[in-house]
């Protein structure tokens, strides 16, 4: 066994997860507390339930918008209601909230997300204009950084729209590249949101005419230094990974060649970053008339390309079942990856993840999720399909707006971790 092996395996006895988690008002559940182990956790439900709605109340203890990307407005609970000349209304409570019990490497934790409402608007992507504001608190502390959570969380999911992720436009495939940065790097999620907020007042000031040279001239001097460090650190997970997936390659799930297609990513194998920071300032300025056209070109049109490696394929060209595994290889190699970076484990937030795999590769997933003691949970409409892990695993059942236990495991993951994975 190699160092990184046994490295990996020793941090993997640490445990981290989520032991309860707490919702209130939170889409269809007034409030919902339930008590989780260390192991795979199987939800499962008829369609509409609330299934994924437990899922994206987790991803919001991480930095962002959750793994549906919505407006804060949208999560709050709404409650229909049959007006006197009986039409359809809605009222909602005015807030929402998710809390965690969590255990890190053997710490207990408390992280909390709510909304706030604000006087100003503050989320300019917002149609609607929000005056809303998501709130975090560690330990019973507010902060101000969404990204502190990452010192005590960190959280990979997949989801049924990411199996056409590598189809179409390419911020999706970003999206997801970034999301595996911000496990390495924390500030690498502040400097995307700063990115696009800069990019959105550049972009409004020439479509508004306000042609301010000395204003342009600074918000483009402010993205060129965030846009290089958000290369930069792209290019840095890339190469990571495909070491690790070189020396670690997957047994089961394909080997895949990770790549990075972008301007700024290229013009750093060449040049300083001070260089390349001059160069897209100028690239930017030079770019102001065709803003309106043609969009920019940057770190914004970066695309993260994935090859099925034995193939020789790119992932686009593959089947549905590939596609699927090949996020899956991803998901795995950046798992192991991080757990011997940051010294501990994500979670895993599996969305229908059974759907496309086959049997095997479906009982291989979850049988590496156990041997690498993972806490994992997996949505589905079929318990069934989970009946290798059954007694390693904790199953829930969502009806009426509620979660009722079903079973525990009945072996723990310390009885049964083996030694391949
Ligand atoms: N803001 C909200 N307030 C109240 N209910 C909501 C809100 N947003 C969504 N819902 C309800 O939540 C349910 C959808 O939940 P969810 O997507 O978690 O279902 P699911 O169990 O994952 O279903 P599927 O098996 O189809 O994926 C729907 O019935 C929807 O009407
Ligand atoms: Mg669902």
Same mark, same amino acid.
């Given at each position: 066994m190699d160092v990184l092996t046994s490295n990996l395996k020793e941090l993997l006895q640490l445990k981290s997860g989520i032991q309860r988690l707490t919702l209130t008002d939170y889409r269809n559940y007034s409030s919902l507390r339930i008590d989780v182990q260390n192991c795979p956790i199987i939800i499962y439900g008829e369609n509409g339930t609330g299934k994924t709605n437990i899922l994206e109340a987790i991803s919001?203890?991480?930095?962002?918008?959750? /793994?549906?990307?919505?407006?804060?407005?949208?999560?709050k609970r709404f409650i229909p209601q049959i007006a006197p000349l009986g039409e359809l209304t809605y009222i909602s409570p005015l807030n929402w909230a998710v809390a965690a019990e969590i255990i890190n490497n053997g710490e207990n934790h408390s992280l909390a997300t709510a909304v706030e409402k604000t006087g100003r608007v503050v989320d300019d992507t917002d149609e609607n204009q929000s005056f809303e504001r998501r709130i975090v608190k560690i330990d019973g502390n507010k902060t101000s /950084?969404?990204?502190?959570l990452g010192k005590y969380i960190s959280l990979i999911w997949l989801t049924p729209q990411m199996d056409r992720l590598f189809r179409g436009g390419s911020q999706p495939r970003r999206a997801f590249l970034d999301r595996m940065v911000y496990a390495f790097d924390n500030d690498h999620a502040k400097r995307v949101a700063n990115f696009e907020h800069l990019y959105r007042e550049w972009y409004r000031l020439i479509k508004d005419g306000k042609l301010d040279n000395y204003w342009l001239t600074s918000l483009e001097e402010e993205m060129s230094a965030l846009g290089v460090a958000i290369a930069a650190a792209r290019r840095e997970q890339t190469a990571r990974l495909n070491t690790f997936i070189e020396k670690e390659p997957d047994d089961v799930f394909p080997t895949v060649r990770l790549e990075l297609d972008g301007l700024i990513e290229r013009e750093l194998d060449n040049s300083p970053a001070v260089k390349v920071e001059e160069m897209y300032a100028d690239l930017l300025k030079s770019q102001r008339r065709y803003v309106l056209n043609n969009g920019v070109d940057g770190i914004n049109r970066t695309d993260f390309k994935v090859y099925h490696k034995k193939k020789a394929m790119p992932a686009e060209m593959c089947s549905t079942g590939e596609q699927k595994s090949l996020l899956v290889s991803i998901m795995l190699a950046q798992a192991k990856c991080q757990t011997l970076h940051k010294g501990f484990a994500p979670i895993l937030l599996l969305d229908e993840v059974a759907a496309h795999l086959d049997d095997v590769k479906r009982d291989a997933l979850l049988s590496k999720i156990v041997n690498l003691n993972l806490q994992a949970w997996i949505t589905t409409t079929n318990p069934e399909l989970f009946n290798s892990i059954k007694d390693k695993s904790q199953f829930f059942e969502v009806k009426n707006n509620s979660v009722y236990q079903i079973s525990q495991p009945s072996v723990m993951p310390e009885d049964i971790r083996q030694t391949a994975f």
């Amino acid at each position: 066994m190699d160092v990184l092996t046994s490295n990996l395996k020793e941090l993997l006895q640490l445990k981290s997860g989520i032991q309860r988690l707490t919702l209130t008002d939170y889409r269809n559940y007034s409030s919902l507390r339930i008590d989780v182990q260390n192991c795979p956790i199987i939800i499962y439900g008829e369609n509409g339930t609330g299934k994924t709605n437990i899922l994206e109340a987790i991803s919001f203890l991480a930095p962002g918008r959750g /793994l549906r990307g919505v407006k804060l407005s949208d999560i709050k609970r709404f409650i229909p209601q049959i007006a006197p000349l009986g039409e359809l209304t809605y009222i909602s409570p005015l807030n929402w909230a998710v809390a965690a019990e969590i255990i890190n490497n053997g710490e207990n934790h408390s992280l909390a997300t709510a909304v706030e409402k604000t006087g100003r608007v503050v989320d300019d992507t917002d149609e609607n204009q929000s005056f809303e504001r998501r709130i975090v608190k560690i330990d019973g502390n507010k902060t101000s /950084l969404q990204s502190d959570l990452g010192k005590y969380i960190s959280l990979i999911w997949l989801t049924p729209q990411m199996d056409r992720l590598f189809r179409g436009g390419s911020q999706p495939r970003r999206a997801f590249l970034d999301r595996m940065v911000y496990a390495f790097d924390n500030d690498h999620a502040k400097r995307v949101a700063n990115f696009e907020h800069l990019y959105r007042e550049w972009y409004r000031l020439i479509k508004d005419g306000k042609l301010d040279n000395y204003w342009l001239t600074s918000l483009e001097e402010e993205m060129s230094a965030l846009g290089v460090a958000i290369a930069a650190a792209r290019r840095e997970q890339t190469a990571r990974l495909n070491t690790f997936i070189e020396k670690e390659p997957d047994d089961v799930f394909p080997t895949v060649r990770l790549e990075l297609d972008g301007l700024i990513e290229r013009e750093l194998d060449n040049s300083p970053a001070v260089k390349v920071e001059e160069m897209y300032a100028d690239l930017l300025k030079s770019q102001r008339r065709y803003v309106l056209n043609n969009g920019v070109d940057g770190i914004n049109r970066t695309d993260f390309k994935v090859y099925h490696k034995k193939k020789a394929m790119p992932a686009e060209m593959c089947s549905t079942g590939e596609q699927k595994s090949l996020l899956v290889s991803i998901m795995l190699a950046q798992a192991k990856c991080q757990t011997l970076h940051k010294g501990f484990a994500p979670i895993l937030l599996l969305d229908e993840v059974a759907a496309h795999l086959d049997d095997v590769k479906r009982d291989a997933l979850l049988s590496k999720i156990v041997n690498l003691n993972l806490q994992a949970w997996i949505t589905t409409t079929n318990p069934e399909l989970f009946n290798s892990i059954k007694d390693k695993s904790q199953f829930f059942e969502v009806k009426n707006n509620s979660v009722y236990q079903i079973s525990q495991p009945s072996v723990m993951p310390e009885d049964i971790r083996q030694t391949a994975f």
